[in-house]
């Protein structure tokens, strides 16, 4: 978790997720772009971001020391 990558990780893991979150309320609302609550949108998004990078720094007393993952090397390398 002190490594430049783990933290480069989290934060396209974080980017990510409020991008998923952001599309999943823009098509949700089925709305025209002027009748979005973009207010909302954001901080719904931002809340998800924020979990992301909670569960990746959760995850590295979990799977590989360092990563934000839960699979360890050993399991990818088995697939």
Known sequence: MRTKQFWLDVFERAVKTF????VALLTAGATGL????????FSVAGLAALVSILTSVGSDYVGDRGTPSLV????EDSV
């Not at 991008?19 to 952001?22: E, G, K, L, P």
């Not at 002027?34 to 949108?41: A, C, K, S």
């Not at 360890?72 to 399991?75: E, F, H, K, M, P």
């Open 19 to 22: 991008a998923q979150a952001a």
């Open 72 to 75: 360890t090397r050993d399991a």
């Open 34 to 41: 002027l009748g979005i609550d973009w207010l909302q949108l």
